[in-house]
């Protein structure tokens, strides 16, 4: 049986929301001239929403139009939300290579795990694929990076909680939902990957450790990695038994119980 693991890629490679992302969009909008600057708490609320083009749009509500100096014309705001975009992707993809975000516990140990039972290994991600890969490559290493099928960005028509982009990772990769661990850190994120039939493990970042994760298989405050980082179980639903650290064998296992 070919099995797959699949990881989301902000707040599952790495913490990358609040010292990350937030301050690439922050520093966005000044460069443009957008007297926006999102606070630790309004980009909480804004992680609600999946997709970074997405969250930039609600600054087009037209209650605020006129006070932060933009456009009311639909086509006019699409185009400056991709010049936005592309400028924060590059800004957030030196702050990933800079160092400044350092991968989550056991994800590279995790991976390498995975690759060497043969299990085939992809990043499901609504973020910019330049960004995803550069997290990817920061998180596992360049050449354990080169063995992922990466999914990411706007390859799909609906963004996380939709299923679409975990049903478009499960079809490049040729395996069934059955034999597939999805690795999430948001309820948007569960949401999506449970509507795709997956079995999947909760490792909670910084701004969801209060979310809702009913449906989770395990939920975890990191994968682990010891001796360094020792798991803290949240929930086992599944009972898997998780002592100091996720293995691949906890996941075998997993992917071996029936499905609900």
Not at 6 to 28: M, P, Q
Not at 142 to 148: D, R
């Amino acid at each position: 049986m070919t099995r797959a693991l699949i990881f989301d890629c902000d707040g599952v490679l790495a913490d990358t929301e609040r010292d990350g992302h937030r301050i690439a969009f922050n520093e966005t909008f000044a460069h443009f001239g957008v007297p926006v600057r999102w606070s630790d708490d309004e980009y909480g609320e804004l992680l609600r929403i999946g997709g970074g083009k997405e969250r930039m749009t609600t600054l087009f509500a037209p209650d605020r139009l006129e006070a932060l100096g933009l456009p009311d014309d639909p086509a006019a705001q699409q185009e400056l939300v991709a010049r936005w975009h592309a400028y924060k992707t590059d800004r957030y993809t030196q702050l990933v290579q800079s160092g400044a975000l350092p991968a989550r516990p056991g994800v590279r140990r995790l991976a390498a795990q995975a690759h060497d039972a043969g299990w085939h290994l992809a990043v499901a991600s609504t973020s910019a694929e330049a960004s995803v890969r550069a997290v990817l490559e920061h998180a596992v290493g360049a050449e354990l990076a080169t063995q992922f099928t990466v999914c990411a960005g706007d390859v799909v028509a609906h963004k996380k909680p939709a299923p679409d982009i975990y049903l478009l990772t499960l079809e490049r990769l040729g395996v069934d939902a059955g034999t597939a661990i999805a690795v999430e850190d948001s309820a948007i994120g569960l949401r999506a990957a449970l509507a795709a039939g997956l079995r999947t493990i909760v490792t909670v970042s910084g701004y969801t450790a209060s979310e809702d994760f009913h449906g989770a298989a395990a939920v975890v405050d990191s994968l682990g990695d010891l001796p360094d980082t020792v798991t803290t179980v949240i929930a086992d639903a599944s009972g898997l038994g998780i002592t100091g650290e996720i293995t691949i064998a906890d996941l075998a296992r997993l992917s071996e119980q029936p499905r609900a």
